[in-house]
Nanobody, 119 residues
Framework: QVQLIESGGGLVQAGGSLRLSCAASGRTANTAVMGWFRQAPGKERFLVTHISRSGGGTYYADSVKGRFTNSRDIGKNTVYLQMNSLKPEDTAVYYC????????????WGQGTQVTVSS
């Protein structure tokens, strides 16, 4: 089993920055790929970014490219999402998720952290 604990959400003004963290514990061998999803009220949850254990193979949704940076500290079993130039449309609950490399869907999920960007 894997536990994912997110932190770092909050309220920020448009143009500001936040950094989210997600610490994994338990069977971290099953966290080869770690992703960040977000879900805004009334909208479907979607993948914002993911990163592999090696730090390569990083993906970003078009809506966050150039503004968000995903990084990973293998020694700490932690991933970070640096969010810059935040916009009101970035307001959502952000979820950390993890899966084994060979899995096609994310298996483990964090509890979510709220990010609110005011205009």
């Amino acid at each position: 089993q894997v536990q994912l604990i997110e932190s770092g959400g909050g309220l920020v003004q448009a143009g500001g920055s936040l950094r989210l963290s997600c610490a994994a514990s338990g069977r971290t061998a099953n966290t080869a790929v770690m992703g960040w999803f977000r879900q805004a009220p009334g909208k479907e949850r979607f993948l914002v970014t993911h990163i592999s254990r090696s730090g390569g193979g990083t993906y970003y949704a078009d809506s966050v490219k150039g503004r968000f940076t995903n990084s990973r500290d293998i020694g700490k079993n932690t991933v970070y999402l640096q969010m810059n130039s935040l916009k009101p449309e970035d307001t959502a609950v952000y979820y950390c998720a993890a899966r084994p490399f060979t899995a096609t869907e994310y298996v483990y999920w964090g509890q979510g952290t709220q990010v609110t960007v005011s205009s």
